[in-house]
Every structure is written in structure tokens, then in C-alpha cells.
């Protein structure tokens, strides 16, 4: 038998999961999740309404009430570490209900979430891979927020609300972004600058996880997807 003089050189994960459960109360929501996303990459979790999508994502977040297993990081071991710590090392989270200021202008809430450039945490990084936000770079990439950028957040259609969720988190310069439902409830030409702007990231070299019920979106922006159903993930 011959063997191929080339090393088999393994990428490592930016994130890894191994064996993560999760609970409501009594209730277990997540079983034994296993999943991989490395840097440039875009993963879709797939699955109907309950299926345990937005659980999944809390629990690699440590937002939910009780979690097991293993979650790392950029290298780092975050399985039992606070909400803070994570996003602190580099991981954004969206979540599907727009958490914003409806109190502040958009400008307002982009300020709100600016961070100092992010010192990598992972040694094997390059500087490529956690891009730097500015407020003129956001509206590049958003360039419907720009026009509004002195308007009430509370007077923003729900489409325009979930994209300044996601410019708001961005501007804490992830290395990768957890996004729960990112074209749940948006008129189709917000869908459509949705998949462009994960499709953007992923060019940067950012790590993208994303909860989908709409198959058609999960296709058009993932590299790969992995099904759940009941709080099982399948391949």
C-alpha cells in the first residue's frame, strides 16, 4: 500500500463543541451537540420552530440556566465561563428578538456597542481574521443605515432593527458572530442584504454560525449545515 508524502494538516476549529447539553429547568432541550465552525466559515443550523435552534446558540454563549459539555473558543475553554468572557475573547451573539435601544438613535446604538481594537486571543490568528468596525465601515456594509443614522432606533421597521442588532454587535469587532434567525419576519430585500452581509463576513475571515428555519436562506449563505431536530444534531 503507498501513502501520499503530503502531511495531513488538521484545521484547527475556531469554535468546537463537544457533548454540549442544555436545560430549562427539568426540561433538556439540547442532547450531546457536536459541531465545528473554523475561521471564513459559514455553519446554518437547520430545524423547525422548537427545535432547539436558539437554545443551541445560548447554551455556546453560556446564556443558558444549565449547560454540560465542552465549548472552545479561539483556544480557549469557555464551557463554564459567563456571557462577558465570551464575547470579551471575540464571540458576537444576535439574538432573534433585537435587544436595542429604542431609546437611542441609531449612531447611539452603534456607539454603545464600539470596543477598543480587539487584541487577538488566539495565538494562530492572523490580524485579518477579526476585522475592525468603524462607524463608516458599518455603513458600508449597511448602507440603509446610514440615511437614518440620527433616527429613533423605536422608529425603525423590524427588518431595519435586525440589521443594526447585527451592526451593533460588530462594532465590538467579533472574530465570529452567533445569529439566531437572521431573515425571521424581514421583508425579502432585507433577506437579501442579510445574505450579502454574511457572505461579506465570511470574506473577511470571520466564523458565522447561524439558526435558520428558511432552508432556501440556510443554502445560499452556508458552507455546510448540520440539522437539529428535538435537540439533536445530525450531520
Known sequence: MTHSSTPNIAITPLLNVQGLNAWYGAAQVLFDADLQVTRGEVVALIG????????????IMGLMPRRTGRVVFAGHDISNAEPYQAARL??????EDRRIFTDLTVL???????????????KLASDSAAPQWSVEKIFALFPNLAPMQHR???HMSGGEQQMLTVARTLMGNP???????????VA?????????????????GMGVLLSEQNTHFAQWVSDRSYRLDRGVLTA
Do not use: F
Not at 48 to 59: E, V
Open 152 to 154: 429613533l432606533a423605536s
Open 90 to 95: 471575540g464571540l458576537g451573539y444576535v439574538p
Open 188 to 204: 425579502p430585500v432585507i433577506v437579501e442584504q442579510m445574505a450579502e452581509m454574511i457572505l461579506a463576513l465570511k470574506g473577511q
Open 175 to 185: 472574530q465570529m458572530v452567533l445569529l439566531d434567525e437572521p431573515s425571521e419576519g
Open 108 to 122: 447611539g446604538n452603534l456607539q454603545v456597542g464600539a470596543q477598543a481594537k480587539r487584541r487577538l486571543a488566539d
Open 48 to 59: 423547525r420552530n422548537g427545535a432547539g435552534k436558539s437554545s443551541t446558540l445560548k447554551a
